[in-house]
């Protein structure tokens, strides 16, 4: 408000009391009242044209208003203390007509100028601050008003509506970690769970930005329980997890919303397969693929066998592993399968498969290298297969691979 008396003059002529109380009415920026006059004392004729420019405001003659008190001021700069006051309340009567004009720009202006006059109150001063931050930022100037919003709040302490506000245009302007240092501040204050969806989806995309999953991610765990049949609130939480690293924590929660139902798809399954498999339990990824492939939940393909078959290795099932392999290779006909499965054989001590691997990496068209001869002469050592040792070692030799000579030997002379 404005209430441009003090009390001496007021106990001198009630008129002039009555005339107090007309000048306090709210005649604000549309972002809080005016001020109370706190300045030196003010003579009768600035105290009435303040009242008649705060009438006109009233009576939304803005254009009045604005040419009035930006002349008023000017007038009164340069002048002695109580002119100095005055000329503050004529910029902030400016400055409201100014934003009631639709002219943001400008009303911040008159405040800065208005702030900047060294009678104005302290608190008078910092009530114009958050206004022209305000303004600013309705005016597009999103760096100056932000700046000028955090001094604000740093000042006063703010409200959790400003530090929302300034969350907002820190992010707008990419500045991430400012962002998440407001939003900090609100949930030290208050609960979550008050919080809007609006403002939920903004601190979730701060925190992402700023690299804090963690912090994302409680925000939607909050969450599942009421929205447990929400798909894009699991994906979002195992997306996160991901993120942040931790793939097990993804599997987890994708595994979760797989169990709710929330999950359900072909792709969706997919997806928990291949978490599970990075994640750490690819048992588990196994389980979930040899019952979905029999069930008809996934498609027999050979992305989804190959998945298995990885799922099963990964886990150490030997049995499972070597069979997958056997079956998928089988079914593409690929060298490059039957060489997995010979390699997986062979560190697992399964001499004969790894014979047999090879064999059918060959005749599909697959050429043995310098350690697929090698390989394929320790199997057949082990098999005592002496004569097809001697041979694959030869060969070994032939194309340079030095143990083979040291085999050689240890068959002895044939």
């Known amino acids: 408000m404005i209430a441009v008396a003090n009390r001496r003059e007021a106990r001198r002529s009630p008129h002039r009391a ?24 003010l003579r009768a004729d600035m105290i009435a044209s303040l009242e008649s420019m705060q009438q006109a405001l009233q009576d939304s003659d803005l254009e009045r208003v604005t040419t009035r008190a930006k002349a008023s001021a000017e007038r009164l700069a340069g002048g002695n203390a109580a002119d100095r006051w005055a000329r503050a ?31 104005v109150p302290a608190s008078r001063r910092l009530a114009w601050l958050e206004q022209e931050a305000k303004l600013r930022l309705r005016a597009g100037q999103t ?15 703010g409200d959790d509506a400003s530090r929302w506000l300034l969350i907002q245009a820190r992010a707008s302007l990419g500045d991430w970690s400012a962002a998440a240092n407001s939003l900090a501040r609100i949930r030290e204050s208050g609960d979550t769970d008050s919080w809007t969806s609006a403002q939920r989806q903004l601190a979730e995309a701060v925190y992402q930005q700023a690299g804090q999953f963690g912090q994302a991610l409680s925000l939607i765990d909050t969450d599942t329980e009421r929205d447990a049949g929400r798909g894009d609130l699991w994906r979002r939480m195992a997306g996160m997890a991901q993120r942040a690293g931790d ?15 929330a999950l359900t798809a072909p792709e969706d399954l997919e997806q928990l397969a291949k978490l599970h498999l990075a994640g750490g339990t690819p048992a588990r990824a196994g389980e979930h693929l040899s019952d979905w492939l029999e069930n008809g939940q996934l498609d027999d393909s050979v992305g989804h066998r190959r998945l298995l078959a990885q799922a099963w290795t990964a886990a150490r099932e030997r049995d499972r592993a070597l069979a997958a392999w056997r079956q998928l290779a089988q ?33 599909a068209g697959g050429d043995f290298a310098d350690r697929d001869w090698l390989l394929y002469g320790i199997a057949a050592a082990q098999l005592e297969r002496t004569d097809d040792a001697r041979d694959a070692f030869r060969q070994a030799q032939a194309i340079g691979v030095e143990q083979a000579q040291q085999w050689l030997d240890s068959l002895g002379s044939a």
Request: charged residues 20%; glycine residues 10%; hydrophobic residues 45%.
């Open 18 to 41: 009555g005339r107090w109380a007309a000048l306090a009415l709210v005649v604000g920026l549309g972002l809080s009242p005016l001020a109370n006059a706190e300045g030196p004392a």
């Open 89 to 119: 309340l004529f910029l902030q009567l400016a400055a409201t007509a100014e934003a009631r004009q639709q002219a943001p720009g400008s009303a911040a202006d008159l405040l800065a100028t208005a702030r900047s006059i060294d009678q």
């Open 143 to 157: 760096k100056a008003g932000a700046d000028l919003l955090t001094r604000w709040v740093e000042r006063s302490g």
């Open 247 to 261: 793939v097990g924590r993804a599997a987890a929660i994708w595994e979760s919303g797989w169990r709710r139902g």
């Open 331 to 363: 079914r593409t006909q690929a060298p490059d399968d039957w060489h997995q499965l010979a390699d997986i054989a062979y560190g697992w001590g399964e001499w004969q498969t790894t014979l047999e691997a090879l064999n059918a990496m060959r005749d």
